[in-house]
């Protein structure tokens, strides 16, 4: 990308409303906070949809256009006045926010019929294939390893269509509907994501669910919910909106999900996965073993007391044993049989950026835990790091956004268990930073094994200074720069 002044500031900018998905209130909070910043170490590029090429070159005219001809008049004809255009081009340019706010506002309801067009066309297309089954999956965490794991499984017999990544928006999996979708297509496997109360509801509207799964509820985006309370609520719309004769899946784990899940469901049949011994969950896994140096964890099955067989999987959280317990639940809602769905099984393979194990060449082993942004998954990334029993144990991280006023409590947390497994912490100094310190701090963590910089470059610079062979380094978490 450019990163030459004042364009650094412009494409910083136009990166940050789209990262905040035209969030004015978001947008605008960053940006005066961060008025002088520039495109200088993004994670991701920007990416040019049309509606973010029509925003931005308008907003380039209404900002460079007045200024060209207050200056000017009409166009340069001094080598002086030019200098004069540039000096004034870019001393304004950290307020180059203001002209992409106005034009987004204007742009928004043509935005608007635009969206809403593309959502009654997903609607209508879906509804007029009544024999596609339509799973939904939604939570705080683990919804996109859980539709992976439910998708793979299920395409050993069906044809199956599942979301794209994260795209777990209305217009995302209305454009994939429209794309995607025909008469050949037997199940819809359907990830929904949730910034606030309605949203899933919205979703359900598009994709009415047969089956609804529900991972788990904990602070993720807590800042956006306002509340424990509404992001229970909020969730569970995903239950509430199961087909009447429709089947509910949950995770017995989570005592939120326990607690509250009679408030919302109808008369639909209700089942139970788990990665413990539960007593809602018919399911048990026994005889668990973590692979070698990060292999992949392998366990026996029971139903009901009776043997099914030995899963092997790839990947190396224990979480993955409720995800293929799922997958058995789901799979005999649909008619496949065990032997199935253990063949699907074997074609599971872990989401990228969610505890993938990279060895080196000088026999380091790397987790890339990237893409893991809440609490949960945390305890699930440190706990499996404390298997790692022969290495020097490293975890880089920069904490967890979006908690709200629970930040505090679950990064003192995240340090005490830190402090009980960790070698060498690396810690991005921001707005959690302190509170890690104060959880490794209460195990009496040795200060000489925590290291805390400015950036991950800085970090990561120390990290390959440090670092040997036969360590084990944990990356957790990338923040997005709408949160630096």
């Not at 795209?167 to 359907?190: A, M, R, Y």
């Not at 539960?278 to 099955?301: P, W």
């Not at 224990?318 to 699907?344: H, S």
């Amino acid at each position: 990308m450019i990163n030459t002044f004042p364009l650094s500031i412009f494409f910083y900018q136009i990166y940050i409303l789209q990262l905040e998905n035209y969030d004015l209130g978001r947008f605008i909070k960053h940006i005066i906070n961060n008025l002088f910043k520039a495109d200088t170490e993004k994670e991701k590029d920007i990416k040019w949809t049309p509606k973010l090429i029509l925003v931005s070159t308008t907003s380039f005219l209404v900002f460079f256009v007045p200024i060209l001809y207050i200056t000017l008049g009409v166009f340069p004809n001094t080598i002086f006045d030019i200098v004069v255009v540039v000096l004034l081009y870019a001393a304004l340019s950290p307020i180059f926010w203001i002209a992409l706010s106005v034009v987004t506002v204007l742009f928004s309801p043509l935005d608007l019929v635009a969206k809403e067009r593309i959502i009654s066309n997903a609607r209508k297309k879906l509804a007029s294939f009544p024999k596609i089954k339509v799973i939904a999956i939604t939570g705080s965490y683990g919804k996109t390893t859980m539709k992976d794991v439910i998708s793979t499984t299920l395409g050993i017999r069906y044809r199956v269509v599942s979301t794209r990544g994260n795209h777990n928006t209305p217009i995302g999996i209305s454009k994939q509907i429209l794309e995607e979708i025909n008469e050949d297509t037997d199940i819809f496997v359907v990830e929904m994501g949730a910034y606030k109360k309605g949203d899933i509801a919205d979703l359900c509207s598009i994709a009415h669910p047969n089956i609804s799964i529900l991972t788990g509820i904990n602070e993720a985006h807590l800042e956006r919910f306002g509340s424990i309370e509404n992001t229970i609520d909020a969730k569970f719309d995903i239950v509430k909106n199961c087909a009447a004769d429709g089947k509910i899946v949950l995770n017995a784990d989570d005592k939120r999900v326990v607690s509250s899940y009679k408030k919302y469901k109808g008369n639909q049949e209700v089942y139970f996965f788990s990665k413990e011994e539960n007593k809602l969950c018919k399911y048990r896994a026994k005889e668990v073993v973590f692979g070698n140096d990060g292999e992949g964890i392998s366990f026996i099955l029971e139903r009901e007391s009776k043997t099914i067989g030995k899963i092997e999987t790839p990947f190396v959280a224990e979480y993955i044993i409720g995800n293929v317990i799922a997958a058995f639940i789901v799979g005999g809602i649909v008619g496949m049989t065990d032997a199935e769905i253990q063949a699907g099984l074997k074609q599971i393979k872990p989401p990228k950026h969610r505890l993938n194990i990279q060895k080196t060449p000088n026999d380091m082993v790397v987790i890339d835990d990237s893409y893991n942004g809440n609490s949960e998954g945390v305890r699930e990334a440190i706990n499996t790091l404390s298997k790692f029993k022969k290495r020097r144990k490293i975890y880089i991280t920069p904490g967890l956004v979006e908690t709200g006023d629970e930040s505090e409590k679950i990064h003192e947390e995240i340090g005490r268990q830190l402090g009980a497994v960790a070698d060498l912490v690396f810690l991005m100094e921001n707005s959690t930073t302190k509170y890690i310190i104060k959880g490794l701090e209460s195990v009496s963590f040795d200060k000489d094994r925590l290291h805390i910089h400015k950036d991950k470059k800085n970090a990561y610079q120390e990290l390959g200074r440090i670092a040997m062979p036969g360590d084990v380094i944990l990356f957790q978490n990338d923040w997005p720069e709408n949160y630096v």
